[in-house]
């Protein structure tokens, strides 16, 4: 038979419970062995303890489950408070149970029933596991009656089994996390402001959920707090009800996961739905919690617990998983498992960390009908946004990386992060617009992989394509871009997109091509001192790509920067500047003469590939322009194809210090003119007005071929 803890209390209304006065965390204990008829033991009232209303324990039998009783009348309710905190372990005089074993475990042939009485409703209860082990839940959960929101809190760990059942309509908060030290009068203070301090000073643990435990009747007017250190597990199982399955955590339940992240909960009603979320406060040093207060609980600085990973294992494909109200913290990574499906990410869904934010299931920016995924225009913000500081005052930028089993479904894709990586799908709905794609990395490198799809939406039939990419990884030197995904195309007749790319470093493995009148931009880094030393960088086009647009300009508004930007380009397959039907198309390589940034030169120009253009322009070239397989500085010419029908005009302003090697093999008719090399300098002698003197330029004995 199973056993049930019955604890009856009348309470005032409380809609979101506040913790105190965690247990000082301890080692983690080797795993202890739970019964299967094992309840919550050697626990006391802590916390609104009610002297004038006597708690009565039955002993557990065979046949008989724990009975525990507390009845107040509802004036003394009303004067005393509304949440109930009671600790179990580590209690001197315990009066709930006390010949139990010390913790709050539930066996998985056990259940423990939280009631309160009927004339006072929604009180919350905090349970605070004490006894240095970790808690686990195997088996049957549930509030009753008057009962809010139940909390477990312990600061060694908790586990929710694979055969747990959970049933918490007012919401249920799984808390790994430290508040010790916070006094009675602060709690008393606290509890009326509906928020909860959450701290993970010397936690150890983590919230494990398992694949397999139900928690469909938490409740959509509740919420799910899962909050811990180190490992942050959510798992669950499916259900079915009429016919229909989904997922245990109801799709409308205000979802909050929490990786380490110091800071403060709060669970409020919207119009709609119960909205709660964590507001991270760790941007100084972390405070002792003895100094925490009702006063300073928004301005107190929280300790982060950093390198925590949380692992979603959400949905599936036949049964995704809303996200409608799911919010994701963490002081580290967040993986989403392989198989797991997310679906209106859109709505109310934030994600956070300062680590990795791995993809390897779905994540569904529109509205997915079980296994049918329709193509979206919802917009996709991967945006690690900077509200976690990691108890620093600079905030923390968090990368993506969309593995090669993820998939991304969005209208718009805009990811803002240290770094981002696709080695997945990345599908793009139009419905005639065109969408873009923006990546900004701040400080690692970006990889455009896998494979960028634009599909129609549902009764849209005309042409699909990117309207503009940006991929931009400027923000220190040495970052890189690197595009070896299915050929891209930015644009449509009649509706020209654009490419840019802002880097130190490109490889351009794969085809892109802007249709519709509109240009591809390189805007090399250079640091943000007009006067500093150049930054060196290079741009590769591989063999059997092509980069095609109306023009092409590397370099032709300066680097990113204020300062000078040095970059090589090794050209192996074929640059195309298709132009429009009354101006040729132009290539431009390096700065204008005057450079409206910094300046933008060209080292060498080398490689088996080719040029089309019809203006080809050479601006503050440093190096040679050749295909040097020999060694010899005038050998192997660069390949250079006139327009069908036209010629190709050709400038080059060689500004190097050493010796230079211009040699072009021209397929076709062209021009060439020297820009603004000078091949001879003169100067004024001193003392004689009258006669010019000539000097060597500093690139003498270079070779135009």
Do not use: C
């Amino acid at each position: 038979m199973k056993q049930k803890h019955s604890i009856r209390f009348a309470a005032k209304p409380l809609t979101t419970a506040i913790l105190i006065a965690l247990a000082s965390p301890a080692a983690f204990a080797a795993t202890p062995t739970i019964t299967p008829s094992q309840v919550p033991g050697q626990g006391a009232i802590t916390y609104n303890t009610y002297p004038s209303a006597p708690i009565t324990v039955t002993a557990a039998s065979p046949t008989a489950p724990i009975t525990q009783q507390w009845n107040l009348s509802a004036a003394t309710a009303q004067t005393q408070g509304a949440a109930v905190v009671i600790q179990w372990g580590g209690n001197s005089n315990p009066t709930l149970n006390a010949n139990g074993t010390a913790g709050f475990n539930i066996g998985a042939q056990a259940g423990v029933e939280i009631h309160g009485s009927a004339n006072v409703s929604y009180a919350s209860v905090l349970n605070i596991d004490a006894s240095g082990n970790p808690s686990f839940i195997l088996g049957q959960l549930s509030a009753a009656g008057s009962v809010g929101a139940i909390f477990v809190a312990n600061a060694n760990g908790i586990v929710v089994g694979s055969s747990a059942v959970i049933t918490t309509p007012g919401g249920l908060g799984l808390v790994n996390a430290n508040l010790t030290g916070i006094s009675s009068g602060a709690f008393a203070a606290l509890q009326t402001s509906g928020r909860l301090p959450l701290d993970f000073q010397g936690v150890t643990g983590g919230v494990t959920i398992e694949p397999g435990a139900d928690l469909s009747s938490i409740g959509t007017d509740g919420f799910l707090l899962v909050a811990g250190a180190n490992n942050v597990n959510v798992g669950g199982a499916f259900v079915s009800s009429g016919g229909v399955t989904s997922y245990s955590i109801p799709n409308d339940t205000s979802v909050v996961v929490d990786g380490g992240v110091g800071g403060v909960f709060s669970a409020v009603p919207s119009s709609s739905m119960v909205v709660a979320k964590v507001t991270p406060q760790d941007s100084g040093p972390a405070q002792p919690l003895s100094a925490l207060s009702a006063g300073n609980l928004t301005t107190f600085s929280y300790q982060d617990a950093p390198g925590t990973t949380v692992a979603l294992n959400l949905g599936i494909t036949t049964s995704p998983y809303s996200a409608t109200n799911l919010s994701v913290l963490a002081d580290g990574n967040i993986n989403l498992a392989s198989g797991g499906d997310l679906t209106q990410v859109a709505n109310y869904s934030t994600f956070n960390w300062t680590g990795m934010l791995t993809n390897n299931g779905v994540m569904d920016y529109g509205d997915q009908t079980g296994s049918t995924l329709i193509p979206t225009t919802a917009y996709a913000e991967i945006y690690a946004n900077g509200t976690i500081y990691a108890n620093t005052t600079t905030a923390q930028y968090g990368g993506f990386d969309n593995a090669a089993s993820g998939l991304v479904n969005a209208g718009f894709i805009y990811a803002y992060g240290s770094s981002f990586s696709n080695a997945g799908t990345l599908q793009m709905g139009d419905i005639g617009g065109h969408p873009y794609l923006n990546v900004y990395a701040t400080q690692g490198n970006i990889t455009l992989g896998g494979t960028v799809d634009v599909v129609a939406v549902p009764g849209y039939t005309g042409p699909t394509a990117l309207g503009h990419l940006d991929l931009i990884a400027a923000s220190t030197a040495g970052q890189s871009v690197t595009v070896n995904t299915t050929p891209l195309n930015m644009g449509t007749a009649g509706a020209g997109g654009y490419a840019k790319i802002d880097a130190t470093n490109v490889t351009v493995d794969s085809s892109l091509t802007v249709s519709g009148g509109g240009d591809f931009y390189f805007y090399p880094y250079g640091v943000d001192n007009i006067s500093a030393a150049p930054v060196s960088g290079s741009f590769v086009l591989a063999s059997g790509a092509t980069l095609s647009a109306t023009n092409l300009y590397f370099g032709s508004s300066g680097a990113a920067n204020a300062g000078p930007a040095y970059t090589s380009y090794q050209i192996n397959g074929s640059m195309v500047a298709t132009g429009t039907p009354s101006t040729p198309g132009e290539v431009l390589l390096g700065d204008y003469p005057v450079p409206i940034r910094g300046k933008a030169s060209v080292f060498n120009v080398s490689g088996a590939g080719s040029i089309t253009a019809g203006t080809l322009t050479f601006t503050n070239l440093l190096g040679s322009v050749n295909n040097i397989t020999t060694g010899q500085i005038l050998a192997n010419g660069f390949q250079v194809n006139a327009p069908t029908g036209g010629e190709v005009n050709i400038s080059v302003s060689a500004d190097g210090s050493a010796p230079q090697g211009f040699n072009l093999k021209v397929n076709g008719n062209a021009a060439i003119s020297s820009g603004d090399t000078n091949a001879v300098l003169t100067q004024t002698p001193a003392g004689n007005g009258t006669y010019a003197q000539y000097l060597m330029p500093a690139n003498a004995n270079s070779n135009l071929v």
